[in-house]
């Protein structure tokens, strides 16, 4: 499975990235959701793994932007702030319907995520 | 000397005299009689017995007198008398003899006069200054003559005693402005000048005679020629002390009927008015003038009429009225509330006559009366306990709402010190306030603690004012007392819930802080845990590290609320919830043996937050399986219900049940406060408040029940969800939530 992991914080993302890769998936960091959407038009990922609250692009933007032209890609958004859900219903007033995990996820639970 | 005297000189003194001559020798009894005596004894001078007819006409009670008279005069040469003498023609004369005898001779020679006319005349004048003299003297008033100087000339036996003289030599001659008081003496020789100037008079006086005796005296005057020619007083005066007494008694009476408060009247027995004084004039209307002779029902209301013949019966048995409430009509025909007190008047021998009434105008009095009624009313209903004391701090009064507050009825502390509900350490207190009272100043929104009749201390706000009596003396306080307690408690949870609210707020803006590096750690375990797998100790120790990340995990979500739903509300079924979250839970509670039992009404659904509700259910579920650590019986029952105030809203009862040890009572109205636990190792305090605060967010509501007793221990939480979902309040660090629930968390504990 191709992932792109989104966050700010690198070491965040570089371990996900480790515990992604030991599972045998191919998993790209980047820290912030402009990079996402470059990358994601050049590796066309399976997933998105991505934080909410960043610089720049929010993660929910990042994966609406994705969603345009990758409408089969999965997303998975974390978060640790409760910000964050102000976003999300400001999405789904939008149209678009996320499910946010709590930070810290327990990465088996991240990978059970993926495998649903 | 009298002018009768002078009178009686002057008439004689101008009627013409007959006088006849005499010669008598009485050594031979010869006589030679001049014709004008024959005819002043109309005898005849050729009758030989002329002096034996003489002698018979004589009036026989004189006789003798004459033939003394005429032996002395025959011895002594000399005679001079009266006698009476019956005239043949003339009828009874009064003649006047007188003889003498001529040197040495024997004849005596001699004159007779008829001195009838002058005898009559002052015999009448005596008898007529007789009965003067017997009125003067027997008068009881005092009558005496007064010259221009002020000397007495003359006074009778009853002036006499007035001015207190033994003997008439006391006062004759003497000055009578001696007997006058001194502050009438100016006055009284004023009034005797303008008497001896020839007015007429009268004047009051004080006498103080010779003895210092006072009285009242009261003189009428007029001027009086005296023998000497100049004018002098004459008057009559009377002692009129008593009647002046009386006199001043009546008119002090009338002053005080005239100038009483209360209407004054008086009436006969046929009712007619016959007395009104000023208040009644004010209180009726009607002038005096006016109303006297009127019939009394002229301020009797038509309807009363009947009253009258009643009151009249009364009053003719004797009957006084006292104090009879009735309703009279002004003279503008407004109704006037009165209270009327009437008795009978009797005369001097004891008949009544009429009726004095005194009527109260008590309209205000009456007003004031309703207005005490309608203030006690409000003092009683009021909701704040009213009470007053005197200035020694004892209870005169206490309200319905004191009787609650404080445990104590009215009848058990009026009359007790106030200190009855002042705690010991606060008795200094009511000095304090007793001395400001004193002082006539007001305490207000004073916070301090009174005790319950059981002893429990209440925190009160008191507010304190002297009462006052009519003059403006301080004679006590009113107390107003309000409990704080329940006010203080929700102000006390406030801030409570303030503080959390604030701490929460850091919380949330530490949470990325927190979660990111706990994401981070979490994952390097992880890593460590998998390229470390070759050796035991360190991969067993990094499970350890990575079960602990999952408390510190689950101790932030749950405080920080991170598990919010995420996804829109969804159908969602009950039963099937909670059989998904007792899977999670399997080899716990198989582990503690615990045994589950399901009541499930199969296939009810709400609208909800899944993840929500799944973490209200979860924390029930995790608090009643920390509740067993011992064993026991879970029980789960879902059943269709709607909520417990609102029978139209309808829903789903959830009910999750323990047979655990049970909550203290006294923790029971904490349970649903955030950071309150009895679990101390592994509690964050906030379970049961998320929970709650879910449920209310899906306008739903939580209870509890719980039981300690040997006999049947355990705790249940009911929860109802309605069927609908519609967003309700947030929750987390609202105060309204956290003081709502303080009350219906204590509702079933």
Not at chain 1, 73 to 85: K, N, T, V
Not at chain 2, 404 to 417: C, D, Q, R, S, V
Not at chain 2, 445 to 456: A, L, S, Y
Request: charge should be negative; aromatic fraction near 6%.
């Amino acid at each position: 499975m191709k992932i792109i992991v989104v966050d700010d914080e690198p070491i965040i993302a570089d371990t996900l990235v480790n515990i992604l890769e030991g599972e045998g998936h191919d998993a790209l960091a980047v820290s912030h959701g402009e990079s996402a959407v470059k990358w994601a038009k050049m590796v066309l990922p399976d997933a998105i793994v991505s934080d909410v609250i960043m610089p720049g692009m929010d993660g929910i933007e990042t994966a609406i932007a994705i969603m345009k032209f990758l409408p089969k890609c999965r997303i998975i958004l974390f978060s640790g702030q409760s910000a964050s859900f102000d976003l999300l219903s400001k999405a789904r007033a939008e149209g678009y319907t996320f499910e946010i995990l709590a930070k810290p996820i327990n990465p088996e639970k991240l990978l059970e995520k993926l495998n649903e | 000397m009298s002018s009768i005297d002078k009178v009686t000189a002057a008439e004689s003194s101008f009627t013409p005299q007959l006088v006849g001559t005499w010669e008598w020798d009485p050594a031979d009894n010869t006589s030679r009689l001049s014709p004008e005596l024959f005819r002043l004894f109309g005898t005849s001078a050729f009758d030989p017995d002329h002096a034996q007819v003489w002698a018979s006409r004589v009036f026989p009670a004189d006789w003798a007198n004459v033939q003394q008279k005429m032996q002395e005069g025959a011895e002594t040469g000399n005679m001079e008398f009266e006698y009476r003498y019956q005239h043949p023609e003339a009828g009874l004369r009064w003649l006047y003899c007188r003889g003498a005898r001529l040197h040495d001779e024997s004849r005596i020679f001699g004159l007779v006069m008829d001195i009838t006319s002058s005898k009559l005349a002052s015999e009448t004048s005596r008898q007529i200054e007789e009965r003067y003299r017997v009125i003067v003297e027997t008068t009881p008033e005092c009558v005496k003559v007064v010259d221009r100087d002020g000397t007495v000339l003359h006074m009778n036996s009853a002036g006499l005693a007035m001015v207190g003289a033994e003997s008439p030599d006391a006062v004759l001659g003497k000055s009578v402005y001696t007997l006058i008081a001194s502050e009438d003496r100016d006055r009284f020789r004023e009034f005797n000048e303008h008497i001896c100037r020839g007015e007429k008079g009268s004047l009051e006086f004080d006498l103080v005679g010779l003895q210092g005796v006072r009285r009242h005296m009261e003189s009428h005057a007029a001027p009086m020629q005296a023998a000497d020619g100049t004018t002098v007083q004459l008057a009559v005066t009377r002692d009129v002390t008593s009647r002046s007494e009386a006199e001043k008694l009546q008119r002090r009476l009338a002053a005080i009927i005239e100038s009483s408060e209360d209407a004054i009247a008086s009436k006969d027995l046929n009712g007619i008015l016959t007395s009104w004084n000023k208040s009644a004039e004010r209180l009726f209307g009607y002038t005096a003038e006016e109303i006297i002779g009127l019939p009394v029902t002229t301020i009797i209301p038509p309807e009363l009429h009947d009253d009258e013949p009643r009151i009249l019966e009364k009053i003719r048995n004797g009957q006084p009225i006292e104090h009879f409430q009735t309703v009279r009509v002004h003279k503008n025909g407004r109704r006037i509330d009165v209270s009327l007190t009437v008795s009978p008047i009797r005369d001097e021998k004891g008949n009544i006559v009429g009726a004095a009434k005194i009527v109260r105008d008590i309209t205000r009095q009456k007003k004031l009366e309703e207005a005490a009624l309608r203030l006690a009313a409000i003092v009683e209903s009021s909701d704040d306990a009213i009470a007053s004391k005197d200035l020694n701090g004892v209870i005169t009064s206490w309200n319905k709402s004191a009787e609650k507050l404080f445990g104590y009825t009215a009848n058990e502390i009026i009359g007790k010190p106030v200190t009855l509900i002042i705690p010991p350490e606060l008795h200094h207190d009511e000095d304090m306030i007793l001395s400001k009272i004193r002082r006539g100043e007001k305490i207000e929104h004073f916070e301090t603690i009174r005790v319950h009749k059981n002893g429990e201390k209440i925190e009160v706000s008191l507010t304190i004012s002297p009462v006052k009596d009519d003059n403006g003396k301080v004679i006590g306080a009113a107390k107003i007392v309000r409990n704080i307690t329940e006010a203080n408690k929700i102000e006390r949870a406030l801030q409570t819930t303030e503080k959390l609210a604030a701490a929460g707020r850091m919380a949330a803006t530490v949470a990325h802080e927190i979660n990111n590096p706990l994401e981070a750690v979490t994952n390097l375990v992880y890593l460590a845990k998998r390229d470390l797998s070759s050796n035991d100790r360190v991969k067993g120790y990094l499970e350890l590290a990575g079960r602990e990340l999952d408390r510190v995990a689950h101790i932030t979500r749950q405080t920080l609320g991170f598990y919010r739903d995420t996804s829109a509300p969804v159908q969602l079924n009950v039963s099937q919830t909670l059989d998904d979250l007792l899977l999670l839970y399997e080899k716990r509670l198989e582990s503690r043996g615990v045994n589950v039992l399901r009541q499930f009404e199969k296939d009810l659904e709400i609208t909800a937050l899944a993840g929500e509700i799944r973490q209200a259910f979860s924390n029930l579920i995790t608090n009643a399986l920390d509740a067993m650590p011992e064993g026991g019986t879970l029980v789960l029952r879902v059943s269709k219900s709607h909520e417990w105030s609102n029978c139209n809203l309808p829903g789903v009862r959830i009910t999750i049940l323990d047979t655990g040890s049970g909550i203290e009572a006294k923790h029971r109205k904490n349970v649903f406060q955030p950071f309150f636990t009895t679990k101390r190792d592994v509690g964050t305090g906030l379970g049961l408040w998320i929970t709650r605060g879910i449920v209310e967010k899906h306008r739903g509501s939580i209870r509890m029940k719980s039981r300690t007793g040997q006999n049947g221990h355990g705790t249940a939480f009911s929860i109802f969800l309605p069927a609908q979902y519609t967003a309700g309040k947030q929750t987390i660090g609202s105060k309204e939530s956290d003081s709502n629930n303080l009350v219906s968390a204590r509702g079933p504990a």
